[in-house]
């Protein structure tokens, strides 16, 4: 059974578990995250890092920065990362995320994109030119395929 582990907790030690990041849209965008939270929950020895709060407090003005600097160190600290890319946003933070912890560098991710992403072919090319080893998938359910298979062969 996955652990999930939503922003701002900290990290809990799972020796055996992979640690595996959720990387994608928050703002305007669909709750995809619970549906691939549902999708991985029986994944064995899998904890899952996911940055959207049930409630963020959007008064307080610690919460930005509180919120950054969970996402940086989990991200950096991920064994791996799956990123998606949603429709209803342009997903800029995605973007960068995907720069920084995903085209450079040689950590295990996973790329899908949303039908009607409209930054698809940027997120396409730079992968290609970047991570040509990359399979880049059009669904949760493709994506969920890719990271179960993953966790299971590295056991």
Request: proline share 5%.
């Amino acid at each position: 059974m996955a652990v999930v582990i939503e922003a701002p907790n900290e990290t809990y030690s799972y020796d055996k578990n992979k640690q595996l990041f959720l990387a994608g849209g928050i703002q305007k965008c669909p709750q995809w995250q619970k549906e691939m939270i549902d999708l991985l929950k029986d994944v064995k020895n899998l904890s899952i890092y996911n940055p959207r709060r049930e409630n963020f407090p959007i008064d307080d003005p610690d919460a930005a920065e509180e919120q950054i600097t969970w996402e940086y160190n989990h991200l950096k600290n991920a064994d791996m990362i799956s990123f998606w890319f949603s429709k209803g946003s342009l997903n800029p933070i995605v973007l960068l995320e995907l720069g920084k912890w995903g085209l450079s560098s040689e950590k295990p991710i996973f790329i899908g994109i949303d039908e009607g992403y409209e930054r698809e072919q940027d997120v396409v090319i730079q992968t290609k030119l970047a991570r040509p080893d990359i399979e880049i998938v059009y669904s949760l359910k493709g994506l969920v395929k890719q990271i179960t298979e993953y966790v299971e062969n590295e056991k």
